[in-house]
């Protein structure tokens, strides 16, 4: 089950753009960690069904770029090229017997990449922050 929303801003060409994103995704990151702890919290009650929130999104789709050939000797992008954009992940964890779906493994796993992901994200908020101070700094 997929709950919660991530908002789309439409996207600004400004220098604080990038700590806006960052500290949207530092939010969305906490916000998921919490929904694994509590699947892992639940990995033992029956018929428990795992909770994950809906994937991140930057606003990256509203601002996608197409090719375009403005010679004749540049090469189309091909159908392909497309296609190997779509790819998406199986759902391959199982049931339990008792109608648990938690994985500890997958949960673990998910666990992991927010972190990590969440850590990037504040080092790029402390990133900024810096810069920030010191285009300001009159010393």
């Given amino acids: ?6 908002p789309v801003s439409t996207a600004n060409a400004s220098p604080l753009y990038v700590m806006d994103i960052a500290t949207r995704y530092a939010e969305w990151a906490a916000v998921r960690q919490a929904a694994i ?3 892992i919290a639940n990995a ?3 018929n428990y069904r795992a909770r994950d929130i809906e994937p991140f999104h930057a ?4 601002t996608r770029l197409t090719m375009s050939e403005t010679r004749p000797g540049h090469m189309a992008p ?6 190997a954009a779509d790819v998406t992940k199986s759902r391959s964890w199982d049931v339990s017997h008792s109608g648990n779906t938690v994985s500890l493994d997958e949960q ?9 992901g969440h850590e990037l994200s504040l080092s790029v908020i402390a990133t900024f922050h810096r810069m920030l101070l010191a285009s300001v700094s009159f010393q």
């Fill in 1 to 6: 089950m997929i709950v919660g929303a991530t």
């Fill in 37 to 39: 702890a509590g699947n």
């Fill in 44 to 46: 033992d009650t029956p």
């Fill in 59 to 62: 606003g990256g789709d509203q």
């Fill in 78 to 83: 091909t159908a392909m090229e497309d296609y």
């Fill in 108 to 116: 673990l796993m998910k666990a992991d990449d927010t972190k990590r």
